[in-house]
């Protein structure tokens, strides 16, 4: 006759390597994500970037882009400090959610800059006059969105009124076709 099967306890040497695999474990699986592309995390439609320079470094990209917001900075303005935050938190936003529109953001460094001045006489348009051609500068930061160089919206309120809300609707408008 066969006798029941018996059932043998687990021998406590088949559980001590337990731990060490679990850290080991770990460790491979913390190590190995360091080696995953970010944008392989990231469900962005498009990756948020700013290219910030001065506006002799910058215009030729923004020349050559599609769609292009630049945000016109004043780095000692406590206005343009503010808007320069909205501006990024509407750009982020906007690449998050509107990824499509493939809008690119720009940065120039000094609204005051001689450079700065030239470029904004060379857009050749009234809707930035409140910071190139009639010198009213007010170092509130300004807001420029272009097709292919070419002005197609401007606000002079960059810093001191215009909130991330707007920049995003304003962008949305004049984009999502």
Excluded at 32 to 58: I, M, N
Excluded at 61 to 74: F, G, K, L, S
Excluded at 99 to 119: C, K, N, P, Q
């Amino acid at each position: 006759m066969e006798s029941p099967p018996t059932q043998q306890a687990p021998l406590a040497s088949d559980r001590r390597g337990l731990p060490v695999t679990v850290v080991m474990l770990l460790a491979l699986g913390v190590w190995a994500s360091a080696l995953v592309p970010v944008d392989w995390l990231s469900h962005d439609t498009q990756v948020f970037r700013v290219r910030t320079g001065s506006a002799s470094e910058l215009a030729e990209a923004i020349r050559q882009t599609p769609r292009a917001c630049v945000y016109v900075d004043e780095p000692v303005s406590t206005f343009s400090a503010r808007g320069r935050l909205r501006f990024l938190a509407a750009g982020k936003r906007l690449a998050h959610d509107h990824g499509s529109l493939r809008v690119r953001f720009f940065m120039i460094e000094r609204e005051f800059a001689e450079d700065t001045r030239a470029w904004l006489d060379g857009l050749r348009d009234e809707r930035v006059d409140f910071m190139g051609r009639n010198r009213r500068m007010r170092g509130y930061g300004g807001l420029i969105w272009l097709e292919h160089g070419r002005v197609v919206d401007a606000d002079d309120r960059g810093g001191y009124n215009l909130s991330d809300s707007d920049m995003e609707e304003r962008t949305l408008a004049l984009w999502n076709r």
